[in-house]
C-alpha cells in the first residue's frame, strides 16, 4: 500500500462488526487493523488480484443471507473464475475468511 492507515485508536470498538476487504494482499495490510477494533474478516485477499464490483456483489448476496465465510468465499471464487476465465479453484485461493 502506498499509504499507513491511521491509527486504529480512533475506530468505534465492539464485537459483532464483520468485514469485507477487497483489494490486493488485504489480509496482509489489514488483518490487525481489523483485529484492534474487534471487527470479524469476513472476505479477505492473500494475493494481487483484481477488485471488481462483481466480488463486492457475490460476497454481500452470501452476506445478506447470513452464509458462513467459508460459503462467501465460494460465492467470490466462483465469481472470480468467471471473470478472470481460470478455476474455481485457483481463483479460491486468491480468498481467506482470516481464519488461520
Known amino acids: ?12 470498538r465492539g464485537p459483532g462488526r464483520e468485514a469485507i476487504v477487497l483489494c490486493c494482499k488485504s489480509a496482509d495490510f489489514f488483518s490487525s487493523h481489523l483485529a484492534a ?3 470479524k474478516p469476513v472476505l479477505l485477499t492473500t494475493q494481487l488480484m483484481y477488485p471488481g464490483g ?15 465465510p467459508e460459503k462467501i468465499l465460494q460465492r467470490a471464487a466462483a465469481a472470480y ?11 479460491a485461493g486468491v480468498f481467506t475468511t ?3
Do not use: C, Y
Open 1 to 12: 500500500m502506498d499509504f499507513q492507515l491511521p491509527a486504529a485508536a480512533t475506530a468505534k
Open 37 to 39: 477494533v474487534n471487527a
Open 54 to 68: 462483481f466480488l463486492l456483489r457475490a460476497a454481500l448476496d452470501g452476506w445478506t443471507a447470513k452464509e458462513s
Open 81 to 91: 473464475a468467471r471473470n478472470q476465465k481460470i478455476s474455481v479453484k485457483a481463483a
Open 98 to 100: 482470516g481464519k488461520p
